[in-house]
């Protein structure tokens, strides 16, 4: 009985830190972690996901936060990425758990024209930040989605952040952006 403790007891600290956070050690990420490009669109989160179902496809967030007056945040440390730092940022609503948005943090920054063709995308002048000129692209998905991605003078720049979000939830979060795409739907 004790050797079987001592046993368990070795193993355990032997085990890398991965072993318990739902990262993957070699750097792959679950299918579900970033937009994937296909001919018909991009394959990515619906939006309708269940919280249940997210923590299948990503496991256990490192930190769930609740803020503003109805959401909740799951933070998550998938991949390669500084251990102060969260890859993904998926926001729900507290009183029906919808997802409303998904945040993919890069780093180092990554290219995704790929995913912005120049026939589906618009861009928008973010507002003078007194800092330097952002311009925000924005691509239209079905189900009344969303993505989002900002950078230094628009297209063909690397960016670090990629932004999944529901149609109808843009005002909550870039409320400049809501009064912009209804004034070019």
């Known amino acids: 009985m004790i050797r079987g403790i001592v046993l368990m007891g070795a193993l355990l600290a032997a085990a890398p830190p ?3 956070s ?3 050690p070699a750097g792959q990420l679950p299918a579900l972690a970033d937009p994937q490009v296909r001919t018909d669109g991009v394959a990515w989160l619906t939006l309708n996901e269940t919280t249940d ?3 299948k ?3 256990q967030p490192a930190l769930v936060a609740d803020f503003g007056a109805d959401l909740v945040s799951w933070q998550f440390q998938l991949g390669d990425i500084d251990h102060h730092d969260f890859s993904h940022v998926l926001v729900f609503r ?3 758990r919808a997802l409303l948005s998904v945040t993919r943090n890069y780093e180092p920054e990554r ?3 790929a995913l912005f063709p120049a026939a589906e995308t618009a861009s928008y002048a973010v507002p003078d930040t007194g800092v330097a ?5 924005v691509r239209r998905l079905p189900g009344e989605r969303l993505l989002l991605a900002m950078s230094l003078d628009g297209a063909h720049q690397p960016v670090g952040q990629l932004v999944l979000m529901r149609a109808s939830e843009v005002g909550r979060f870039y409320p400049w ?3 912009e795409l209804a004034a070019r739907p």
């Open 177 to 179: 952006l809501a009064k």
């Open 18 to 20: 991965a072993a318990f």
């Open 22 to 24: 739902g990262s993957d």
């Open 111 to 113: 290219d995704v024209d």
């Open 133 to 137: 000129r952002f311009r925000m692209r």
């Open 94 to 96: 507290r009183t029906d």
């Open 53 to 55: 179902g997210i923590r």
């Open 57 to 59: 496809e990503l496991g």
